[in-house]
């Protein structure tokens, strides 16, 4: 079991990141944070697909076809939190070294689609304090990290949830 989750995890967590790092430059060279937001969730859900993949092979080439819900779940828990790691860890070197700016241009975007939306001045300036309240919590990595995990650790939590419902299987 843990060569399947290792290797599936940092499959996951390769294609994830890779497609991270992509849609990052997208949104920095087009400022289309919607669709780059489109491109990271789709992404994590190709990724996460593995996790279908590796029960599978775990249960039927290792476990003689049968494999409870429960290591289901945990094989597919594993390999989240690999590829969720190397998501965290690849955005903090992406933030800090290349996209510094990440939050104003965000905070920019969030702004502009807010007012397009028809929003007035004091709906803007809740939405400006907001943002400037995210941009404080950027200031220190941890909160860089909880964030970053909330946003993909979850997705990897219902897909592992998913696959663990779909191939439990007690007996022949």
Do not use: Q
């Not at 476990?63 to 945990?74: Q, Y």
């Not at 004091?122 to 400037?132: G, V, W, Y």
């Amino acid at each position: 079991m843990k060569k399947i989750v290792i290797v599936f995890g940092l499959i996951a967590g390769f294609i994830v990141s890779a497609m991270m790092l992509l849609s990052i430059a997208k949104c920095y060279n087009s400022a289309d944070f919607e669709g780059s937001m489109l491109i990271g969730y789709a992404s994590m859900l190709l990724a996460f697909s593995f996790i279908f993949v590796a029960v599978k092979r775990f249960r039927d080439k290792h476990n003689e076809g049968i494999i409870s819900f429960g290591k289901a779940f945990r094989i597919g828990l594993f390999i989240s939190l690999i590829a969720s790691t190397i998501y965290v860890m690849v955005w903090l070197i992406d933030y800090y070294l290349f996209v510094p700016d990440f939050m104003d241009k965000y905070t920019a975007h969030t702004l502009a689609e807010a007012k397009r939306n028809g929003a007035n001045a004091a709906e803007l300036t809740l939405k400006n304090s907001e943002m400037a309240e995210y941009k404080e919590m950027y200031k220190n990595p941890f909160y860089v990290v909880l964030l970053t995990y909330s946003e993909i650790l979850p997705v990897g939590l219902v897909v592992s949830l998913i696959c663990a419902l779909i191939l439990k299987r007690r007996s022949r």
